[in-house]
């Protein structure tokens, strides 16, 4: 199982930001964005690489799956005979990305009460106690959102197979692609995937990190799921030889609070809990067994946000049950600081998406390229101090002439719009933001004294 790690996690994190910092350029940046930035003019960050290659360079061309994979999925479909595959695939891809979270108790008997005092004050409805009952539970069925477990049997799985499993792979991809861009010495050696469905993310890690890793633990309450991840594997059949070695499947999490994986995985999985006390228990296990990193990944919307932020903010907070790991934790990606965030402190709330493009799997209906939109949080045990805290750009870049439009996510936990010009703030930053992506970090340091400014929306031209 997993072992201590010869290096410590802080001292990668030392060398790494060491790294950065040499010998300042004769050609420096401009001192200041207005109201945004101050730009990073302490260290050579391009380090001789072209605009293109900046050091916040985060995004992935297009993901597409390994070939092996692709073919056993393509296989196992073909040999089911499922008929309407693809109404059945559009169907559930529009269920899942639609999907709310559980309404809690709380919460209902509060709309409950509401709707009991509003029928109350209605003098034109004179009822009983028990047609008033049958009024609040009518209403209450009218405009609550039904929230159902989904049981995967074996015919569910393959069409969830279908319709996620390339997605899936994209969105998991990514967020490990950043580990080893700005961790390049971090070498995992096991991993534990919780809801790990087809597999995906067993096979996203293995592309990553394939070299070091010795053991993938996939734990899944489904045995059909379980069942489909270990075909998949083994190219399509039960009798075939694992396409990567050293992965075991088990129905539940290990029980053992001394066991620790390097990395500790969850995608799409806390929206299939029940309740919120569910996801607390869960992500507060999944952080004890996290040795070094802990990725969340949800859909891209409102509710998969606000279910990471939870997420985070239990883990900030450190309040577990037991506590055999000292270290503390701090939001590696995608948030540049630990504070609340801006995106759902605003007026107008916002989920924080990114996009990883990708090739699907070829089946009749999969022939273009596809977008994978979802939300992630990487966590990390340790300390922040020495890594570079520089803005997130959380939006798609706007480029227009002779300007670039960024909004930017600030270590001191405002959201800022960044109007950049060659004249005002230096080839050097124009050109990196102008190469710059949706997900990218912008080489830049944001004073804590700066106040917020207020977001404008860029214009149109």
């Known amino acids: 199982m997993a072992t201590a790690r010869g290096v410590g996690y802080l001292l990668i994190l030392g060398r790494w930001g060491r790294g950065l910092r040499v010998a300042p350029q004769s050609r420096t940046l401009a001192a200041l964005v207005p109201g945004v930035t101050q730009v990073d003019n302490k260290s050579d960050f391009l380090e001789k690489r072209r605009y293109r290659k900046h050091p916040g360079i985060l995004h992935l ?3 597409r799956l390994p070939q092996a994979l692709a073919y056993a999925a393509q296989l196992l479909l073909l040999e089911s005979a499922m008929p309407d595959v693809e109404k059945q695939v559009q169907a559930l891809t529009n269920y899942l990305w639609s999907r709310h979270l559980p309404i809690e108790p709380e919460e209902l008997q509060r709309r409950a009460l509401h709707l009991e ?5 209605n003098p034109d409805l004179s009822q009983t106690e028990e047609k008033l009952h049958g009024a609040v539970l009518h209403a209450l069925r009218r405009t609550t959102y039904h929230w159902q477990e989904l049981s995967y049997s074996e015919g569910l799985s393959l069409v969830y197979m279908a319709a996620r499993l390339d997605g899936g792979f994209a969105a998991v991809s990514r967020a490990f692609h950043e580990i080893r861009i700005r961790v390049p010495e971090f070498q995992p050696q096991t991993l534990m995937d919780f809801g790990s469905g087809t597999g995906s993310v067993t096979w996203a890690a ?3 990190w394939g070299q070091s890793l010795r053991e993938y633990v996939c734990v ?12 998949l594997l083994k190219g399509g059949s039960e009798a075939g030889k ?3 070695p050293g992965v075991f499947f088990r129905q539940f999490l290990p029980v053992s609070p001394k066991v620790q994986f390097d990395v500790v995985v969850s995608a799409f999985s806390l929206s299939e809990l029940p309740s919120k006390a569910a996801r607390t228990e869960v992500v507060q296990t999944l952080w004890r067994k996290t040795g070094h990193f802990l990725v969340l990944v949800e859909n891209g919307t409102k509710a998969g946000h606000c279910l990471l932020m939870d997420a985070r903010d239990l883990v900030l907070k450190g309040k577990e049950k037991l506590t055999l790991d000292p270290r503390p934790g701090f939001v590696f990606a995608p948030c540049p600081h630990e504070l609340p965030c801006p995106q759902l402190t605003a007026s107008k709330p916002l989920a924080c998406s990114f996009s990883q493009d990708y090739h699907p799997i070829p089946f009749s209906w999969n022939k273009k ?3 994978e939109k979802f939300s992630m949080v990487i966590l990390a045990r340790g300390s922040p101090e020495e890594a570079n805290r520089w803005p997130r750009i959380t939006q798609p870049i706007l480029k227009r002439p002779r300007h670039v439009h960024c909004h930017l996510c600030c270590p001191n936990g405002h959201m800022q719009h960044a109007v950049i010009t060659a004249r005002r703030h230096g080839r050097d ?4 933001a102008r190469a710059s992506s949706w997900g990218d970090l912008l080489p830049v340091i944001t004073p804590s004294e700066c106040p917020p400014s207020p977001a404008q929306d860029p214009p149109e031209s």
């Open 117 to 121: 005092k509003k029928f109350l004050d």
């Open 61 to 63: 061309p297009h993901v």
């Open 369 to 371: 390229p596809k977008e």
């Open 220 to 231: 899944d309450s489904s045995a059909a799921m379980l069942g489909l991840a270990e075909k």
């Open 242 to 244: 694992p396409y990567v």
């Open 206 to 208: 293995h592309s990553t």
């Open 429 to 432: 930053l124009y050109r990196c």
